[in-house]
């Protein structure tokens, strides 16, 4: 079928607790209504205190597999940069990462048992990722919250997307509570000029 | 309307859609959002309640059966083991309205303890259990299911796994309609003595075997012919479709099987005779694959995929000679991030003060299983939920009065109310010197903050019945039950000292609410002065993930600590363990 929209594949990826829920239900959102199948894939229970985790988002035509593999993903949100390095296995050729600069040291490094990687950005690089490394934490408390972190990737992601600003905006108003919307309007405009 | 939803809260929606009025189950990972979604329709329509364990769960479930009202309950794979019981002997009875069983696996082990596979529960309890392969068919089996429950008079099974329970795609909608039955004495079918079991077991072997022709040819199981591209013909159930259809489109001709027990005969006979290569592929155990062997048919499964752990689609690719992409990887080891318990968490003073004690700890399934990572270290055990006071019962009449004296049970509120009582029980009657702590944390929370009896709550988070835990065990017995607070270790230590000293069992209930409770309200973070600090790392004992080192040259060790300023809740159980008062609250 020639007009058939190859299936996208978007990883979120950071720390249990950091708020990738929100990240996650605004791209399904978004993907529903500009007309694609859409499959959301998350996990729930133990690894949400504090360990790693990832959240699957695929759209196109007809997505069969909630979860995306080694080697699939065009995208890779990241809130956290340890947790980008450790899943870009699953960044495809010609793959972009886009990630939060923020380094929040696992239990393993607290401790002494492991180091924290130096160069992290660089060495994604060099392995042929494309990398979008943002201070997302300073935008987001430069928007009014800390909490908006996940609005400023979005807004980033947005860049290499093919969808009206518009739609990304409806999105944000049907998910984000009335008092937060302007904050959240701000953080999204701050990631995307980022 | 078309909508993204959760695979369970599609079944959610596919009981309140049934008719369904009431559900009672307990929370496990991956079944635990159907209950909690289907609690936000209005209670006049769909009662929901969570009963202290998953046999409580099901019989309750049955009882509003035979009332008459179409009837839920939800648990996890290793639940269903606890809810056997009932679950076997409701084969025999059959029911009322209808009643249908969720069951959630956790291949990969995402959230649990094994990684069993409960369709073997579906073959020995002969009850028959459907499949959804995504949130629409999710939606769809609940509903088909009440009617497969009512027609065949039996219990249905619906199972999900990790990536169907917690994977939105998009379902359709419809109303709902509430069918009602009468309850009628009818005692040869509702009392289960020998004499009437005799009569209802070949009502069961009939009922098989016309469950047989209904996956035969009801459609719940489908062929998809495919181009016949490549001569291979899968049979196939839940998210292993998803897998084979990712990989091959329409390149193989697939069986999709929506009920996996009983499964079909002459289907998967027709279906093998259309195809050169004939293969199952099924996550666990090789339960498909061995019914198509029995029909003396050629197949192959589990010696193209493993049995252990969950699949993907580069694994059916790569097993099945397709190309797999290459992944990129970096040329530095990125450690791991282990799931820890949070700032402030509770259980992390009572685990130091274990670990201070050298106590041989026995432990249970909750956050506090956390207490087995480093640095804390301290539980030795964890089996299923309850079996702390039953394993310590047992370690201790063996091992005699020395072991007695430094064993602890540890286990949670939730936990103790699912199983713990009966293990205290069997101290209390067999007498045995065994240590018991309960960590009383005021909710369920590693299954992410379910109300229970000891809470006061109901799951609506309305006042209810509340279990007073220091009375109950003295009713049990015990004479000796103190109550301590997990962030004062002095204390801690005081009383757990004692009671291990002491010839005679003891209950210790460790209180203090789970840090991440809403009303919970918390101190100022805490900070610590870089005067003072001489790098000892003292604080570094807790594992707290507030906590880091910076280097400094200031210090013998070349470290300074450091608190993180977003994470600390002012706990101040590392205050405690400073030797040189460095760690204060803002003034
Ligand atoms: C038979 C069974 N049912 C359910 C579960 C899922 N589960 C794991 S821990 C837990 C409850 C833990 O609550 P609690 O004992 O209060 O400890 P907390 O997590 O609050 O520390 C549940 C329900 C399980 N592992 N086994």
């Known amino acids: 079928m020639s007009n058939r929209r190859e299936t996208k594949n978007i990883m979120i990826v950071g720390v249990g607790g950091q708020g990738s829920l929100l990240a996650s239900k605004l791209l399904g959102y978004l993907l529903l209504h500009e007309g694609y199948d859409v499959k959301v894939s998350e996990v729930h229970g133990m690894s949400q205190r504090g360990g790693s985790v990832v959240t699957y988002v695929r759209y196109g035509d007809r997505v069969y597999s909630p979860v995306i593999d080694r080697g699939e993903a065009d995208y890779i949100v990241s809130f956290e940069l340890l947790e980008a390095a450790r899943w870009l296995p699953y960044l495809r050729e010609g793959g972009r990462i886009v990630t939060n600069t923020q380094q929040i040291d696992p239990m393993p490094v607290i401790t002494g048992a492991a180091q924290y990687p130096a160069d992290l950005v660089a060495r994604m690089q060099a392995a042929g990722a494309q990398v979008d490394a943002i201070d997302c934490l300073a935008l987001a408390e430069q928007a009014g919250s800390a909490k908006a972190v996940n609005v400023v990737l979005l807004g980033r992601l947005s860049h290499y997307f093919d969808i009206p600003d518009k739609a990304w905006q409806e999105a944000l108003a049907a998910l984000v509570p009335q008092k937060f919307l302007e904050l959240n309007q701000k953080a999204f405009t701050l990631g995307k000029e980022a | 309307m078309k909508e993204l939803m959760l695979g369970n809260k599609a079944v959610a929606r596919g009981l309140y859609e049934a008719g369904v009025c009431f559900i009672s189950s307990y929370p496990g990972t991956p079944s635990t959002e159907i209950t909690e979604e289907a609690a936000k329709y209005p209670e006049s329509e769909i009662y929901c309640e969570w009963a202290p364990n998953e046999k409580v769960a099901m019989e ?83 509903k088909r299911a009440y009617e497969i429950s009512e027609e065949y008079d039996t219990p249905v099974l619906l199972k999900m796994c990790t990536r169907v329970a917690h994977s939105q795609s998009i379902v359709e909608t419809g109303e709902r309609t509430v069918p009602e039955k009468t309850y009628t004495k009818d005692i040869a079918k509702y009392v289960m003595m020998p004499g009437n079991a005799k009569k209802r077991h070949p009502f069961v072997e009939e009922r098989t075997k016309k469950l047989i022709a209904y996956a035969e040819t009801s459609g719940i199981n489908r062929i998809e012919q495919g181009d016949g591209s490549t001569g291979l013909g899968i049979i196939t159930a839940s998210t292993s479709y998803q897998y084979v259809k990712e990989i091959f489109g329409d390149r193989v001709a697939i069986l999709k099987l929506g009920m996996t027990n009983p499964l079909p005969v002459q289907m998967i006979r027709d279906f093998a005779a259309g195809v050169k290569r004939l293969i199952v592929v099924e996550e666990l155990d090789p339960i498909i694959e061995n019914h198509v062997r029995s029909l003396g048919l050629k197949v192959e499964g589990k010696e193209l995929f493993p049995i252990c752990d969950e699949f993907s689609q580069n694994l059916i690719a790569e097993a099945l000679g397709e190309p797999v992409p290459a992944g990129k990887t970096l040329d530095v080891q990125i450690p791991g991030r282990p799931p820890v318990m949070c700032a402030g968490c509770p259980h992390r003073g009572l685990f130091y003060t274990l670990k201070k004690l050298d106590c041989t700890v026995l432990g249970d399934i909750g956050c506090y299983t956390l207490g087995a990572v480093a640095p804390l270290s301290s539980i030795e055990m964890t089996l299923c939920m309850g079996a702390s006071i039953g394993a310590a019962h047992g370690f201790n009449k063996v091992l005699g009065e020395k072991a007695a004296h430094r064993t602890v049970a540890v286990l949670g509120d939730s936990t103790f109310m699912h199983s713990g009582m009966t293990g205290l029980a069997n101290v209390a009657y067999n007498q045995s010197n065994a240590t018991v702590i309960i960590l009383d944390n005021s909710i369920t929370g590693m299954t992410g903050h379910q109300q229970n009896p000891t809470t006061g709550f109901n799951l609506r988070g309305d006042p209810a019945g509340r279990i007073d835990l220091e009375a109950l065990c003295r009713a049990m017995g015990f004479e000796r039950v103190r109550v301590i607070d997990p962030y004062d270790l002095a204390d801690c230590e005081r009383v757990i000292r004692e009671e291990l000293d002491e010839d005679a069992p003891s209950v210790i209930i460790s209180r203090r609410p789970c840090a991440l409770l809403k009303h919970v309200k918390h101190k100022p973070p805490l900070t610590v002065s870089n005067d003072k600090c001489v790098g000892c790392k003292s604080c570094m004992k807790i594992g707290c993930p507030a906590i880091s080192l910076k280097p400094s040259d200031k210090t013998k060790t070349g470290v300074l600590s450091c608190i993180d300023q977003t994470l600390c809740v002012g706990c101040g159980v590392c205050t405690q363990l400073c030797p040189v008062d460095a760690i204060h609250g803002k003034e």
């Open chain 2, 60 to 142: 309750a479930a049955f009882g509003a059966s035979l009332a008459g009202r179409r009837a839920f309950c939800a648990q996890k794979h290793v639940g269903l083991n606890v809810a056997a019981d009932p679950l076997y002997t409701m084969s025999y009875t059959g029911v009322n309205a209808g009643l249908v069983i969720g069951v959630a696996d956790d291949a990969g082990m995402h959230s649990s303890q094994n990684e069993q596979d409960s369709r073997h529960h579906a073959i020995a309890a002969k009850v028959p259990m459907l499949e959804p392969a995504d949130s629409a068919e999710a939606l769809d089996y609940a």
